[in-house]
T-cell receptor
Framework: DTAVSQTPKYLVTQMGNDKSIKCEQNLGHDTMYWYKQDSKKFLKIMFSYNNKELIINETVPNRFSPKSPDKAHLNLHINSLELGDSAVYFC?????????????FGPGTRLTVL | AQKITQTQPGMFVQEKEAVTLDCTYDTSDPSYGLFWYKQPSSGEMIFLIYQGSYDQQNATEGRYSLNFQKARKSANLVISASQLGDSAMYFCAMRGISKLTFGKGITLSVRP
């Protein structure tokens, strides 16, 4: 059983398009995250949701809109895609927000904008 | 603000030898957690080990141990008896209140 799953695994699209990435976790966790890993492998948090409420929004362009329909799902919608959006996007989840809360990562979605 | 620093260039180690991957951090949070993740070429992020800021003993998980020196603000990962499958990118991360901050990562190559 996959703990944190993301779809699609690969996404190739043209500049200006709108696309979505879906994330689901079956761990019963109450907190989910989106990270962006750029071409230099640097991982940076984008958003965090706790019990469906947005708690972290790290200066991400408003073309990116996360949506959490329930605690097990956190989707990422991107409008008007730009070349610089090309990256690997990781979803993660944890139980709680405390310092011991280990994050479990999904397999990543490689987005390529042409 | 939290900051994680990993400054080593690509590391090389001979199979079966031990290797230390360096990590220093900075935070004003009184309580925090330190994590190491492995990212092989296949791309997934694999949790390796955790150290709490108030833990008295250094964490160990199989061949992985964390050399935690709080006064120096360092949390180095030690991999004993390196295996070819250890070749990967390794990220140090720190969790304060709600947020996990990653370092830039270190590439480790294990030579046969």
């Amino acid at each position: 059983d996959t703990a944190v799953s993301q779809t699609p695994k690969y996404l190739v699209t043209q500049m200006g398009n709108d696309k979505s990435i879906k994330c689901e976790q079956n761990l019963g966790h109450d907190t989910m995250y989106w990270y962006k890993q750029d071409s230099k492998k640097f991982l940076k948090i984008m958003f965090s949701y706790n019990n469906k409420e947005l708690i972290i929004n790290e200066t991400v362009p408003n073309r990116f809109s996360p949506k959490s329909p329930d605690k097990a799902h956190l989707n990422l919608h991107i409008n008007s895609l730009e070349l610089g959006d090309s990256a690997v996007y990781f979803c993660a989840s944890s139980q709680g927000l405390g310092t011991v809360a280990e994050q479990f990562f999904g397999p990543g979605t490689r987005l390529t904008v042409l | 603000a939290q900051k994680i620093t990993q400054t080593q260039p690509g590391m090389f180690v001979q199979e079966k030898e031990a290797v230390t991957l360096d990590c220093t951090y900075d935070t004003s949070d009184p309580s925090y957690g330190l994590f190491w993740y492995k990212q092989p070429s296949s791309g997934e992020m694999i949790f390796l080990i955790y150290q709490g800021s108030y833990d008295q003993q250094n964490a160990t998980e199989g061949r992985y141990s964390l050399n935690f020196q709080k006064a120096r603000k360092s949390a180095n990962l030690v991999i004993s008896a390196s295996q070819l499958g250890d070749s990967a990118m390794y990220f140090c991360a720190m969790r304060g209140i709600s947020k996990l901050t990653f370092g830039k990562g270190i590439t480790l190559s294990v030579r046969p």
